[in-house]
């Protein structure tokens, strides 16, 4: 099928819009949390918004309406996760695993109360961003327009944070508050991140075009435009070949995310060895 | 012995330590330590390990909140302090350091001016011109681009140290910070706070095992056990015959001698 084509179509066109933001939004948000080692929080966020779609589906609320239901569950969640790891004395990662837990748990639990698994709750596993509807478009440009200026006005101190905490902290950098609003813009993110790739797949959104940055990249600023070039490249290439071969996209997305990592892998190392 | 170098007319107290009592989750690992530093001092800590020097930096810096008593950094209680531009510290290493994190050394040193910013917190020429300044003074220049995680354990330091001296800080607060370096790097980067001590006036509060270097350049000497055992000048020090009960006679010589 020819390029001309495919762009002619309305829904090619909002998905392409769409997923380009929300990959810009998932590689921006990426290196800071691969770099801070909390990539599994999309992971466990999106295990969280599982639940809440589960829950939003079983009191029949559905697209447009969906999105704004789990926001608010996903941001208390993302908080949940930071305030257990800060005052149960458990590393971060087991503060995902229990919240993420939860999120799973609730999720089937609503899942088997409303007549077992149907449909829609296995279109929001898997993702389908061919089927992005207008309302959900604005929705995404809105939320894109809030991350982006929170990751913007907080640039500095997000940066020295990941850097290091204890000499953040000791430039009087309030970093508590600062991890508060990287997990918030994150959960916003993972939210968004469902249409694309589905839940399964989230966390490969937030970390590929992040990892792959930072195998090429010299500098900070350098490796977060990096990200998010190969973010939207790799979304834009896997909307049109999964359109084209009728393969699932949200899969075929996070595969050509994995060749391009393995490429800029192989080619770092070939540098080095030389 | 313990004794306190109050404020003379010349300065006013840089630090001011009182009553402090500090540790983790309710256990106390100092107390009761009160003692104040004048500007220009070069106050060496040292003591055994686990007598809480690394915990009394981590109080004076707002990084750990003390149990009782109070701290009062240049003139400020410290519960009230928000200067930190003031004040530059350089710990042992960087808590958990990753080699392929993607700054370079440029942008590393420029963190350090954040602590000066107001809400946004953008950087601007003054702030290059502070970067480059600095950079200039301690031989890094030609580094600049370098990534930090491809640079020598010596020279990171040095560009933590750049980091923690860009705003020209009135009090400079170090942690260990020659732990992991070779003893020629470690004599350079200690002839470079010596020298920052004595152009620039800063004040340096210094923790370390290396009693010798302590005796080469500190003025002053305060050894922690969970309390204060001594603190002075070197000279009541190597007067003090108490003082060989808890470095050893030969503790004691090393440091004087080198005084």
Redesign the interface.
């Known amino acids: 099928m020819a390029i001309t084509e495919m762009l002619s179509y309305g829904f090619m066109q909002r998905a392409l819009i769409g997923g380009s933001l929300i990959a810009i939004l998932c590689s921006v948000l990426g290196i800071f949390l691969v770099?801070r080692?909390l990539s599994l929080i999309g992971d466990g966020l999106a295990h969280v918004t599982f639940g809440s779609v589960a829950l939003a589906l079983f009191f029949r609320l559905y697209s447009f309406y969906m999105t704004l239901a789990i926001i608010p569950v996903v941001l208390v969640s993302a908080l949940g996760i930071l305030k257990l790891a800060q005052r149960a004395r458990i590393y971060g990662d087991a503060a995902i695993g229990i919240v993420s837990a939860l999120g799973i748990a609730l999720g089937v639990m609503l899942a088997s109360l409303s007549g077992g698994f149907n449909v829609d709750l296995f279109s929001y596993l898997f993702g389908n961003i061919l089927s992005i509807s207008r309302d959900e478009l604005i929705i995404a440009a809105v939320l894109f327009a809030v991350v982006i200026a929170g990751v913007l006005?907080f640039y500095?101190?997000l940066?020295?944070s990941t850097?290091?905490?204890?000499?953040?902290?000791?430039?009087?950098?309030d970093t508590g508050r600062i991890n508060a609003i990287l997990v918030l813009l994150t959960a916003l993110t993972v939210v968004l991140a469902m249409k694309v790739v589905g839940i399964m797949l989230i966390s490969a959104l937030l970390i590929l075009p992040a990892a792959t940055a930072?195998q090429l990249?010299?500098?900070?600023k350098?490796?977060i435009v990096c990200a998010a070039c190969i973010g939207v490249c790799t979304v834009v290439v896997g909307i049109g070949v999964s359109f084209s071969a009728n393969l699932p996209t949200g899969a075929t997305i996070v595969l050509i995310n994995f060749l391009t990592f393995l490429t800029a892998f192989a080619a770092r190392s070939l540098i080095r060895h030389r | 012995m313990t004794s306190s170098p109050a404020p003379s007319g010349r300065d006013q107290a840089v630090l001011s330590v009182e009553h402090l009592t500090a540790g983790y989750h309710g256990t106390e690992v100092l107390k009761d330590i009160s003692f104040s530093v004048r500007a220009g001092d070069y106050i060496g800590i040292c003591g055994p390990n686990g007598s809480g020097k690394s915990t009394m930096i981590k109080v004076i810096?707002?990084?750990l909140p003390p149990l009782k008593g109070d701290i009062s950094i240049l003139g400020t209680p410290q519960g009230a302090f928000?200067e930190?531009e003031r004040?530059g510290?350089l710990?042992q290493g960087?808590?958990?350091?990753?080699p392929?994190?993607?700054?370079?050394v440029e942008?590393?040193i420029r963190?350090?001016r954040?602590?000066a910013?107001k809400f946004?917190?953008?950087?601007n020429r003054e702030d290059t011109l502070a970067v480059e300044r600095t950079m200039e003074w301690m031989g890094i220049s030609g580094i600049r681009?370098a990534?930090i995680g491809e640079l020598s354990g010596g020279l990171r330091q040095r560009v933590?140290l750049a980091?923690a001296l860009v705003n020209e800080p009135e009090l400079l607060v170090m942690d260990e910070p020659t732990t992991a370096l070779d003893p020629e790097t470690r004599e350079s980067f200690y002839k470079l706070i010596f020298e920052m001590n004595q152009e620039k006036k800063s004040t340096v509060l210094l923790v370390t095992h290396d009693t010798a270097t302590i005796g080469k350049y500190a003025s002053h000497l305060l050894y922690l056990d969970k309390k204060i055992i001594f603190y002075g000048s070197f000279d009541e020090f190597c007067t003090s015959p108490e003082m060989t009960g808890f470095f050893g006679e030969h503790g004691q010589h090393l440091v004087c001698h080198r005084h």
């Open positions: 770099l080692r006005v500095n101190d940066f020295a850097f290091d905490e204890e000499l953040a902290k000791s430039s009087g950098i930072l990249s010299k500098g900070f350098t490796a | 810096l707002g990084l928000k930190w004040i510290y710990p960087l808590q958990f350091f990753n392929h994190f993607p700054a370079k942008e590393v963190l350090g954040l602590s910013k946004p917190k953008r950087f681009g990534m933590l980091r």
